[in-house]
T-cell receptor
Framework: GENVEQHPSTLSVQEGDSAVIKCTYS??????FPWYKQELGKRPQLIID?????GEKKDQRIAVTLNKTAKHFSLHITETQPEDSAVYFC??????????????FGKGTKLSVKP | NAGVTQTPKFRILKIGQSMTLQCTQD?????MYWYRQDPGMGLKLIYY???????DKGEVPNGYNVSRSTTEDFPLRLELAAPSQTSVYFC?????????????FGNGTRLTVT
């Protein structure tokens, strides 16, 4: 089955710097890769996603890149702000669960942005 | 819309007790999920449902049961609580297939088994 590895587990940056979080996946059939942000004590929320027919996607200060050959994808946050501090989870769609698939999550990265 | 609503928010159980975590959504979503979140371990899928009357096991189903008698409700049952079930539980739903519609999470239930 699918396995998703996420690195680093913790990341501390200065406000205004960039942050990069990387994930690798094992199932070459996976074709959908979302990223979720979870603030302390809150629910996870989708911030950006990418499909396997696209190599990069941007939304303001966040971007995701996908390398299908190497089976890894990354989240890039530019001009970080204190409100970006949260735990970020990557996920990959597995082909288990019948035709609709399910998401396998990475273990999360705790990002701290220091003012 | 209230979205995905979970109750209770917190619960402490003794070993061997049973309880039901409630989840309801008012978005007419077909797909519903139960995840558990342990510190540093991400989200693990317990059970899921693709529609009323249909449920299936996820990655970590042992010790849990679910039912889906209506589109709106997807309760999670713990029959004999064990300390290993101490976790934060999230219910989630989506309208369509993975990749075609976003996953909406509830606010979570923090369960402690002592």
């Amino acid at each position: 089955g699918e396995n998703v590895e996420q690195h680093p587990s913790t990341l501390s940056v200065q406000e205004g710097d960039s942050a990069v979080i990387k994930c690798t996946y094992s199932d070459s059939a996976s074709n959908y890769f979302p990223w979720y942000k979870q603030e302390l004590g809150k629910r996870p929320q989708l911030i950006i996603d990418i499909r396997s027919n696209v190599g990069e996607k941007k939304d303001q200060r966040i971007a995701v890149t996908l390398n299908k050959t190497a089976k890894h994808f990354s989240l890039h946050i530019t001009e970080t702000q204190p409100e970006d501090s949260a735990v970020y989870f990557c996920a990959a769609k597995t082909e288990s669960g019948g035709s609709q698939g399910n998401l396998i999550f990475g273990k999360g990265t705790k990002l701290s942005v220091k003012p | 819309n209230a979205g995905v609503t979970q109750t209770p928010k917190f619960r402490i159980l003794k070993i061997g007790q049973s309880m039901t975590l409630q989840c309801t959504q008012d978005m007419n979503h077909n797909y519903m999920y139960w995840y558990r979140q342990d510190p540093g371990m991400g989200l693990k899928l317990i059970y899921y449902s693709v529609g009323a009357g249909i449920t299936d096991k996820g990655e970590v189903p042992n010790g849990y049961n679910v039912s889906r008698s209506t589109t709106e409700d997807f309760p999670l049952r713990l029959e004999l609580a064990a300390p290993s079930q101490t976790s934060v539980y999230f219910c989630a739903s989506r309208k369509g297939r993975v990749g075609n519609s976003p996953l909406h999470f509830g606010n979570g239930t923090r369960l402690t088994v002592t």
